[in-house]
């Protein structure tokens, strides 16, 4: 069994920042690779950015130059820090894991999410 924890969100003025962390835990051989997906109300969940166990990253075109992502291998956490944060970031944040729990194993985690909410 895997879990995952997000934490950091929050309400924050337009320009504003927030750092958003998710640590996975439990029965955990690989993590393969961890991300942050977005939904706002009436719409469908959408990438923001993703992370591989080399390194490579992938941003949504809508956060590129404002959202970094990292990990910490040794934690299995991902972070996001959204700088220059604008109304319509406003959604619940999901944490993304694919994570391989034997040698043979592995499924796709998802964290509960945490609401972001951009507004003056």
């Known amino acids: 069994q895997v879990q995952l924890v997000e934490s950091g969100g929050g309400l924050v003025q337009p320009g504003g920042s927030l750092r958003l962390s998710c640590a996975a835990s439990?029965?955990?051989?690989?993590?393969?690779?961890m991300g942050w997906y977005r939904q706002a109300p009436g719409q469908e969940r959408e990438l923001v950015a993703r992370?591989?166990?080399?390194?490579?990253?992938d941003y949504a075109d809508s956060v590129k130059g404002r959202f970094t992502i990292s990990r910490d291998n040794a934690l299995n956490t991902v972070y996001l820090q959204m700088n220059s944060l604008k109304p319509e970031d406003t959604a619940i944040y999901y944490c993304?894991?694919?994570?391989?729990?034997?040698?043979?194993?592995?499924?796709?985690?998802w964290g509960q999410g945490t609401q972001v909410t951009v507004s003056s």
């Open positions: 439990g029965s955990i051989f690989r993590v393969v690779a």
């Open positions: 992370i591989n166990s080399g390194g490579g990253i």
């Open positions: 993304n894991g694919y994570i391989y729990q034997d040698i043979k194993t592995w499924d796709a985690y």
